[in-house]
């Protein structure tokens, strides 16, 4: 199972590039919370994506992008920036943007690993911005989680997590202080729980998850800057170390126009071979 950073629109809301684009500045929207350009590129990706836009191919000239999407050519060559910096388009001086021939595909591992580690075998630069970092008593429900006693120091860190500083999740954890003592001391904004973990000799080798949809709330449509309603995708997940004792339990809240569940299933070979008469 994967998750990859998609920047997907309704399939009704996805006009073609390439053809008749009128009706394609209602996408663009001025009264949602995402900057324009952020909304213009994640059109083009999406269309490059759905191979409406190949490998190779020409966009067209800026002025009529431009009338298009409804924006301004400041704000379409931010856009057109933000592409060639993430590998989707080349710039040709005087000739115009081209689609790269080989657009990687940037997906979240099967593996586990950590939020820092994933964006850097993708290219992108890592933010978090931490909106709790305290300690406090473990409750009944966190206690069991974790298989700590309720009351145990609980340290709660909830960050919104950013690629190339666009809110990509809301991601909050919940660690015994006394996995790692020292942990209140980090400073989040920049550290890796991982890593920080890593320093205190501790390394979690898997993680059992579970994934739901949901709407957004407006606390958690204003920190991923969406529209409040819209799609969320949440795992909850508790990670453990070698010997198989909790570490730490977090709930992610992926915006669901960001992101993509990809899983595959596999028949076991016993019912593969069996016949039915």
Same mark, same amino acid.
């Given at each position: 199972?994967?998750?990859?950073?998609?920047?997907?629109?309704?399939?009704?809301?996805?006009?073609? $590039?390439?053809?008749?684009?009128?009706?394609?500045? =209602?996408?663009?929207?001025?009264?949602?919370?995402?900057?324009?350009?952020? &909304?213009?590129?994640?059109?083009?990706? *999406?269309?490059?994506? +759905?191979?409406?836009?190949?490998?190779?191919?020409?966009?067209?000239? +800026?002025?009529?992008?431009?009338?298009?999407?409804?924006?301004?050519?400041?704000?379409?060559?931010?856009?057109?920036? &933000?592409?060639?910096?993430?590998?989707?388009? *080349?710039?040709?001086? %005087?000739? #115009?943007?081209?689609?790269?021939? !080989?657009?990687?595909?940037?997906?979240?591992? *099967?593996?586990?690993?950590?939020?820092?580690?994933?964006?850097?075998?993708? %290219? $992108?630069?890592?933010?978090?911005?931490?909106?709790? /970092?305290?300690? !406090?008593?473990?409750?009944?429900?966190?206690?069991?989680?974790?298989?700590? =006693?309720? #009351?145990? %120091?609980?340290?709660?860190?909830?960050?919104?997590?950013?690629?190339?500083?666009?809110?990509?999740?809301?991601?909050?954890?919940?660690?015994?202080?006394?996995?790692?003592?020292?942990?209140?001391?980090?400073?989040?904004?920049?550290?890796?729980?991982?890593?920080?973990? !890593?320093? /205190?000799?501790?390394?979690?080798?898997?993680?059992? !998850?579970?994934?739901?949809?949901?709407?957004?709330?407006?606390?958690?449509?204003?920190?991923? &800057?969406? =529209? +409040?309603?819209?799609?969320? $995708?949440?795992?909850? &997940?508790? =990670?453990?170390?070698?010997?198989?004792?909790?570490?730490?339990?977090?709930?992610?809240?992926?915006?669901?126009?960001?992101?993509?569940?990809?899983?595959?299933?596999?028949?076991? +070979?016993? $019912?593969?071979?069996?016949?039915?008469?």
């Amino acid at each position: 199972m994967t998750l990859t950073p998609g920047y997907s629109m309704r399939a009704a809301e996805r006009p073609k $590039l390439v053809s008749d684009t009128r009706g394609v500045a =209602a996408v663009i929207r001025a009264d949602y919370p995402e900057p324009l350009w952020i &909304q213009a590129a994640t059109l083009i990706r *999406n269309q490059i994506d +759905e191979g409406a836009l190949r490998g190779g191919a020409r966009l067209p000239p +800026e002025r009529e992008l431009c009338q298009q999407l409804g924006i301004s050519r400041v704000t379409l060559r931010k856009a057109l920036t &933000q592409l060639v910096d993430a590998g989707v388009l *080349n710039a040709s001086h %005087g000739r #115009g943007w081209y689609v790269s021939q !080989s657009v990687a595909r940037r997906e979240w591992p *099967n593996t586990l690993e950590s939020f820092s580690e994933t964006a850097a075998r993708m %290219g $992108l630069e890592p933010r978090s911005e931490v909106l709790r /970092a305290e300690v !406090s008593p473990a409750s009944l429900d966190e206690a069991e989680m974790l298989s700590i =006693a309720p #009351g145990t %120091g609980l340290f709660h860190l909830e960050r919104v997590r950013l690629l190339d500083d666009v809110p990509i999740a809301l991601d909050a954890t919940r660690i015994a202080v006394s996995v790692a003592p020292d942990i209140a001391r980090a400073d989040f904004t920049r550290d890796s729980l991982y890593s920080t973990l !890593s320093g /205190a000799g501790v390394e979690p080798v898997r993680a059992d !998850s579970t994934i739901e949809s949901r709407e957004a709330d407006h606390y958690e449509a204003q920190h991923l &800057q969406i =529209a +409040e309603g819209k799609p969320l $995708l949440v795992m909850h &997940q508790v =990670a453990f170390d070698p010997v198989d004792r909790p570490l730490f339990a977090s709930t992610i809240k992926y915006a669901g126009e960001r992101y993509r569940l990809r899983t595959s299933f596999s028949r076991p +070979e016993a $019912l593969s071979h069996t016949r039915t008469s």
